[in-house]
């Protein structure tokens, strides 16, 4: 166990909706990055927090968008969704900003039908 | 970017023999190079990682070496188990941004 925590594990969704993945670091840990894997991109990094502010950004679509709270867990919002969308989603979290030692998540399956 | 490849995408060895994995990388920025093991179900693990400062580093099993002149650096897995049989992914990058290799699926066949 990582100390990740990915909520919910499964999602299956119509295209056109909107949905929310929910991700808890390890306790003390101040980065979150959030990860899609899918069976042809491999795991494609989308954006990375650092105690509730953006530290960087990969390639995250712009109907895509995330946000650190106060109490350090965070949030990926996927809006206008498409079948392509359709991968797991990873989160991980690291000490911090510049830490590189990820733990990561069990990951939220997506599906979009 | 960076760019990451790895090779091969699958291997299949026979228990007790070796494993190797490589990969190589584009940006001559990048200075870390994580090793992850994902099985089934899970998300990926960090089994080892290498600075740009260090040509080797061992763990048990485990092993890993780079070669900045080239920019490529493999993974060794000696004396394979069974567990071992995982998805392995390298990665490359400056400081915290990296980017990962398309991974290999690694069967150890008892």
């Known amino acids: 166990d990582s100390g990740v925590t990915q909520t919910p594990k499964h999602l299956i969704t119509a295209t056109g909706q909107r949905v929310t993945l929910r991700c808890s670091p390890r306790?003390?840990?101040?980065?979150v990055y959030w990860y899609q894997q899918s069976l042809d991109q491999g795991l494609q990094f989308l954006i990375q927090y650092y105690n509730g502010e953006e530290r960087a950004k990969g390639n995250i679509l712009e109907r895509f968008s995330a946000q650190q709270f106060p109490d350090l867990h965070s949030e990926l919002n996927l809006s206008s969704l498409e079948l392509g969308d359709s991968a797991l989603y990873f989160c991980?979290?690291?000490?911090?900003?510049?830490?590189?030692?990820?733990?990561f998540g069990s990951g939220t399956q997506l599906s979009v039908l | 970017g960076e760019n990451v490849e790895q090779h091969p995408s699958t291997l299949s060895v026979q228990e007790g023999d070796s494993a190797v994995i490589k990969c190589t990388y584009s940006?001559?920025?990048?200075?870390?190079f994580p090793w992850y093991k994902q099985e089934l179900g899970k998300g990926p693990q960090l089994i080892i990682d290498i600075r740009s400062n260090v040509g080797e580093k061992k763990d048990q099993r485990i092993a890993v070496t780079l070669n900045k002149t080239a920019k490529h650096f493999s993974l060794h897995i000696t004396e394979t188990q069974p567990e071992d049989s995982a998805v392995y992914f390298c990665?490359?990058?400056?400081?915290?941004?990296?980017?990962f290799g398309t991974g290999t699926s690694l069967t150890v066949i008892p």
């Open positions: 991980a979290s690291s000490v911090g900003g510049v830490e590189e030692k990820l733990f």
């Open positions: 990665a490359a990058g400056p400081g915290n941004q990296f980017y």
């Open positions: 940006d001559s920025a990048s200075n870390y």
């Open positions: 306790s003390g840990d101040l980065s």
